[in-house]
């Protein structure tokens, strides 16, 4: 069964990076039928997708946030990882890694636990 | 603002139907059979509950139901069990360009 993993520092100060790690175990990320992607949550508000990867690296970015955000992959380690460059308060929220097929992009499953990133000097 | 348009919240009593709208554009909801919808429990990670517009995933109850017309579409929940409170989301497939949109979410409580 396929489960992910987010992993990275809880806390992240304004201006700086925040980096992130989705761990795949059950699966390949190497796979030609699967975006691997990144979805936030900000404390008691919605998700906000923010980019997915193709195994071949190909990148989508949420408008709103490109410019900022970068997704790469590591097939060796069977990872992805998300940079947000330049964070502010608003960039706080509960970030998940999930996977969606290509031949049904909408579909996120599964999703990884979350994990909690606080910007906050 | 959200891409897609949700009510923040319905209600329904035990084993009523309750229905919640996503409103979309002819550039998401309305150009692809790529709807899903998402229950998420507090302090959970969200759980696809259909897909495609009307699909439910294996292990999803039929009493989750999705159907669409035009840019909108409906996630309807018959039956209503206290297990069902939670927040519901819609996500969309939006092109090359937007790629994935989420609605802003619907609280559904349970009395």
Redesign the interface.
């Given at each position: 069964q396929l489960q992910l993993q987010e992993s990275g520092p809880g806390l992240v100060k304004p201006s700086e990076t925040l980096s992130l790690t989705c761990t795949v175990s059950g699966g390949s990320i190497s796979s030609s039928s699967f975006y691997w992607g990144w979805i936030r949550q900000p404390p008691g508000k919605g998700l906000e997708w923010i980019g997915s990867i193709y195994y071949i690296g190909s990148t989508y970015y949420n408008p709103s946030l490109k410019g900022r955000v970068t997704i790469s992959l590591d097939t060796s380690k069977n990872h992805f990882s998300l940079e947000v460059n330049s964070v502010t308060a608003a960039d706080t929220a509960v970030y998940y890694c999930a996977r969606h097929p290509t031949y049904s992009t909408s579909s996120v499953d599964p999703w990884g636990q979350g994990t909690l990133v606080t910007v906050s000097s | 603002q959200?891409a897609l348009t949700q009510p923040a919240s319905v209600s329904g009593s035990p084993g009523q139907s309750i229905t919640i709208s996503c409103i979309g554009a002819s550039t998401d909801v309305g150009s692809y059979k790529?709807?899903?919808w998402?229950q998420q429990h507090p302090g959970k990670?969200?759980?696809?509950m259909i897909?495609?517009d009307t699909k439910r995933?294996s292990g999803v109850s039929n009493r989750f139901s999705g159907s669409k017309s035009g840019n909108t579409a409906s996630l309807t929940i018959s039956g209503l069990q206290a297990e069902d409170e939670a927040d519901y989301?819609c996500?969309?497939?939006a092109g090359?360009?937007?790629?994935?949109?989420?609605?802003?979410?619907t609280k559904l409580t349970v009395l």
């Amino acid at each position: 069964q396929l489960q992910l993993q987010e992993s990275g520092p809880g806390l992240v100060k304004p201006s700086e990076t925040l980096s992130l790690t989705c761990t795949v175990s059950g699966g390949s990320i190497s796979s030609s039928s699967f975006y691997w992607g990144w979805i936030r949550q900000p404390p008691g508000k919605g998700l906000e997708w923010i980019g997915s990867i193709y195994y071949i690296g190909s990148t989508y970015y949420n408008p709103s946030l490109k410019g900022r955000v970068t997704i790469s992959l590591d097939t060796s380690k069977n990872h992805f990882s998300l940079e947000v460059n330049s964070v502010t308060a608003a960039d706080t929220a509960v970030y998940y890694c999930a996977r969606h097929p290509t031949y049904s992009t909408s579909s996120v499953d599964p999703w990884g636990q979350g994990t909690l990133v606080t910007v906050s000097s | 603002q959200s891409a897609l348009t949700q009510p923040a919240s319905v209600s329904g009593s035990p084993g009523q139907s309750i229905t919640i709208s996503c409103i979309g554009a002819s550039t998401d909801v309305g150009s692809y059979k790529l709807v899903s919808w998402y229950q998420q429990h507090p302090g959970k990670a969200p759980k696809l509950m259909i897909y495609e517009d009307t699909k439910r995933p294996s292990g999803v109850s039929n009493r989750f139901s999705g159907s669409k017309s035009g840019n909108t579409a409906s996630l309807t929940i018959s039956g209503l069990q206290a297990e069902d409170e939670a927040d519901y989301y819609c996500c969309s497939y939006a092109g090359t360009s937007t790629f994935v949109v989420f609605g802003g979410g619907t609280k559904l409580t349970v009395l």
